[in-house]
């Protein structure tokens, strides 16, 4: 029995260990990104998140702003101008390169953002 499950773990194992960060999920906006290397974000080594530093080289958060605004009842939910954080809520606690995007203001309400529904 012990045989042969590591007859089917090992080449699972080489498979995981095999694909790098290439193989992950990418987003198509970070295109040009990817062919200057992962340190080119991954500014604190590859094993970290990138820094806020490294994402506010290419982003602007005062557009960012801009561009999440809502109107009417909704204003208050901008993601990139809230209530808790102002502009500097940090870049990493909603958004992901290589794992799914996750609002952070969803863990405590129920805002609609489409992006971040699926």
Request: glycine content about 6%; some cysteine; overall charge negative.
């Amino acid at each position: 029995m012990n045989k042969f499950l590591m007859t089917l773990a090992c080449p699972l194992l080489v498979m995981l260990l095999a694909h790098p960060a290439e193989a992950m999920q990418k987003r198509a906006y970070h295109e040009s990104l990817y062919e200057a290397g992962c340190e080119s974000c991954h500014d604190q080594g590859l094993k970290r998140y990138p820094s806020d530093a490294a994402c506010l080289q290419c982003h602007d958060p005062e557009g960012l702003a801009r561009q999440t605004a809502r109107e009417g009842e909704e204003a208050k939910q901008n993601p990139h101008d809230s209530l808790h954080y102002g502009k500097d809520a940090p870049c990493m606690d909603c958004h992901g390169e290589h794992t799914p995007k996750k609002a952070l203001c969803q863990e405590c309400h129920n805002f609609d953002y489409p992006k971040f529904n699926g």
